[in-house]
Each structure stands twice: as structure tokens, then as C-alpha cells.
């Protein structure tokens, strides 16, 4: 897939009655990203070549970046400098590329398909995949701390303390740890919610946070940015588990099904079907009303951008 | 083993004609780094439990905290603020006990003793112990921003970026991807030498340098700890080149033997024992010398404990 044009769908922008230019925007920013993120990351021939090749390999081959682009949106409305917002953006993406690395691993949920490749392991090895996702998030934290370094009047160790508390064993590792120790659980919606509050929700959260902490918003808009991401995550995860349900393999680029295959409880399984659609409908809406709180859509990205994102999460195909 | 015992050396102290009291300063850092390390991981019972339970097993089973004394001395050489030098000594505590549990999984050395106990993945299953890698990784950045935004005099970005980079890819990880290229390999004696400066010695350099570098010491000093610390973690990788090949695993606290076993090109297949030992030995002498053009030892730590810290790390039995 081309994750420009995935997110390409002026139906929205214009029904938002503003001059904003989402395909435009996301294109421009997903081609930042992308920049970065080469940048960041050391050339295949830099010594141990494997294994910088095998990095390469895991963050380069697409994904949407979701995060990267939640990053850039909120950037722009904290008025964050380029280079902040770039690294940090790659640090988001660095943290999930390695996260994807050692969740594909035999040991944990064991996938041979992601963004329609073969995941590290299947391509590398085991345990070169170990390495990989070890080296991807040193890589997230040089990044961010030499960027922050270079902007003396942002909040760097706030954005690097935040990163690394969403990323640990009370974010998204923890979130994981419950993932793997719920299998054949039957888990009720409110440990559901937690699990996935920590699992993916903790990553989306910072994607929308560091750019506010950096720039040191004001309280009341730095709660009102914390509010929308809590609840874009939220609906991350229902729409995950629709796609999970109702896509094939070959749109989401890994395998589909796999929640009923292993008997996890999701909100599908929990709600149905259409239930888990109504509420992430209710949620986009939730999440529009925290944005109009921190001001009037401008149409020059910023809050429009972080609407559209809000908008892409929820009605995504993959 | 017992930490502070095994440091205690009355007769290295006494040879150097000080009144350091190397026993009792390690004690008293061992002490204050187990405390630090207790209190900056989340107790058992924070949720995930089965996760923390772990990640406190992975790093609390002993060790003997080598890294943590360095930094230690290095911090009282630099005058840096103790709750500073104490979340150092904690991060890089966590970086090499994070290391470990993922060294030891089946995919990579496939051990199942460390410490004279179970290694992470017998105890806790692969998957737990891929976690309990990642979640201490991001623990220790966590720490550390948190310590540095604490002593705002500190130069914590730059702390934070020399740590991510001797952890990752261009230090400790790439280490270990060349080492587990490397196996059967006949490599010489200067790829043996690049092999070791990244897979253990980054992490030690980093020790003795965070300190030097959160508290902005002037040029000379910088190289010339620099200079000793590079010394000292050459003289690290050969000292455990020649305990793998003359202790036994009871000693170690892991199982010996496993270079020869493996085929691997040590300090001791190239050069053969004795000359493994003289060159360790000259290497102590060297850093000694670094130690000296940084000023007299007042016996009052900093400098004496450096100096007695490159003799055990010779010297050690285990």
C-alpha cells in the first residue's frame, strides 16, 4: 500500500467545511517521516552491516505511520520547531517498528506476514530479530536526545521520560505482558480496555504528548490534547479488532483473523460486530469535541489535521 | 556470591600506600546501587505483576554490579550530586541486565544458568523474558530523565544520548550481532578486539563517562578518563576470556567453558593464557596510568576507587 494515498480522502475534509488539504498535508508529512527515519537510522554499510540492514528492513518497509503522522499534527499545533517534531516522530516509529519485531518472534505471536513481507525473523533469523528490536529503541532515545539537545528551550527530558514510561512495563511492554497472559481468558470489557490502554493506547497517546510536553503547553490544552489521544486510542484499538474480524490477509498486510483463531476476547467478541462500530463511531465524535475545546479549525493543519487523523483512525480499511 | 565481599581487597588497598578503604567504599556503593535498583523498578504487585515479578528477578539476583561501581567512582571523582549518580548507576544496571536476559534466550546463547540461578526464560517462559528485556531497556531511560530533569545544572541529554548509543547498534547490540556472526568464524585478533570494544566494553565506557559528562568536566579530564575507561573494558573482556577457560561454572555463577565449546576466537585461543594474562595485567598498569594525569589520590574515593576497581576487574575470580 501507499500510505500517501491511504490517507487521501477529501469526502472528510471537505464535510468539515474548511479549506484544509488532508491528502496534501498527510503526503507532505508522511514524506518527512520517511526522510527522517532514513536519516536516523545508520546505512547498511555501516559495521555490523547485517544487522543495520535487517533495521533498515523492519522501520523502512511502509506501515501507515499513524504515530509519525499524530506527531506531526500535534507539532504544528504546539508550534514545535521541524527537527523536534521529526525526531520525535522517528522515535515513535522506531519504539513500534521494534515492538512488531519482537511481537512477530516464535516465542511470541509467532507471524511470518507483516506489511505484506516476511516479518525479521522469517528474514533474518531469530535472533538477529532479538537485536534488531533491541537496537531500534536505543536508536528511539539517541534520536530524541540529540534533537532535543539542539532546541535548548524544549522540555527534552520530559519528552524522553514520557516516551520511555508509554513504552515500558507500565505501557505498551506491560500491555503486551497481558496480551500474552490472557489467551483462552475470558476477559471482561473493562480488562480489555486496560490491556489495550497499555498495549497500543500508551504509544498513541505519547505520539500526540511529546510535541505538547516538549513546547510546554498550557495545562488546560495539554489535558485537552491528553483527552482526544485517550480516546483516538481507544478507537485505534476497536477499529483493529473490526478490521481483525471483517479484512482479509492481503488488505492488512498481516494475518487476519487471528483474535477468533486464538480465542482472545476483543471488542468484537465482546459487543459485536455492530456494537464495536457504533462505538468507535461515538468515539470519533468524542474526539472532534476535545479538539473544538483548544480552538477554531484554521484550515492550515495543526487542529485540522489532528481531526482528519481521528477521522482516518476509525474508517480505515487496514 | 556476595557482592561487597567479593570487592573487599584489603591487600590491593594497602599495596597502594592510601588510606582508601576499598572494602568499605564498595560496600557502601553496592548497598546504595541495590537500594536505588529496588527502588526505581516497580514492585511486584504494580500491574503487570508477572512482569514486574520477573523484570526484579532479572536484576535483582546479585551480580556483581561492576557498572555500578564505576559510575559510582567516576560520579565522586566529578563531583556529581548523588541522586544523579545513583540513577545512573541504575540505568546501566538495567541496560546490562536487560542484555542478559535476551543473551541468554535459546535463539541467541541458549543459557539456562546465570548468577547460579535459572535464567529469565526458564523461570518465566521465552516470551516473558523478551518483554522483561524491552520493559528494563525502557526503565532505564526512564530513570534517567527522571534524575536529570532533577539536577537541572546536569547535562542529561547528553548523558541519555551516550547511553542509547553505547547501547544499541553502534555498541553493545551491534557486539552481539557480530559475535553471533562470528561463531565458527576464525576471526583475528583486531576483529576479536572491535567485537569486544562494542559488545561489553561501550557499556563500560559509559559508566565511567556519564558522570564525566553530566557534570561538564573540562577536555583533558574527559580524555583521560576516557582513555582509562577504554582500558579497563579491553582488560574486562580479556579477564573473562581467561575465568571461561580456567574457572569452573560454579564459580562464574554461569556456565563455563562455553568459547572453546563454541569455537569462538577468545583473548586465550590467540594469544594462549599466559600471554591472555600478561596483557591484562599490562592493561591495569595502563590505566593506571590515566588515573595519574587526572591528579593524587587523596584516599578519599573517586580516583582510589577507579583504581581499584581496574584491579578486580583483573584480578577477579568470578
Redesign the interface.
Known sequence: MNGAQAFADPELSARRGTAFDFAAWSQAALGRAESALDAAL?QAD???H???EA?RYAVMGGGKRVRALLVAASAEFARCPAPLADAMAVAIELIHA??LV?DD?P??DNDELRRGKPTVWKQF???????V???L???A??VL??A??AQPTSD???V??L???A?????M??G???D??SEDKALALPEVE?LHRMKTGALLVASVMMPAVAMRLPRAQHEALEQFARTVGLAFQIADDVLDATADSATLGKTAGKDAEQGKATYVSLLGLDDARRRAEALRLQAHAHLDSLGPRDGAGGLDALAALADLIVRRSH
Open positions: 545508520p555501516t559495521v555490523p547485517h544487522l543495520h533495521m521494534y515492538s519482537h518472534l516465542a511470541m533469523g531469530e535472533a538477529q530479530a532479538v537485536l528490536g533491541d537496537a529503541q536505543s536508536s532515545f539517541e536526545a540529540q532535543c539537545a527534552g527530558l520530559a524522553i521520560r516516551l520511555a514510561h513504552s515500558g512495563s507500565q505501557g511492554c506491560g503486551q505482558a497481558i500474552l497472559a486496560q
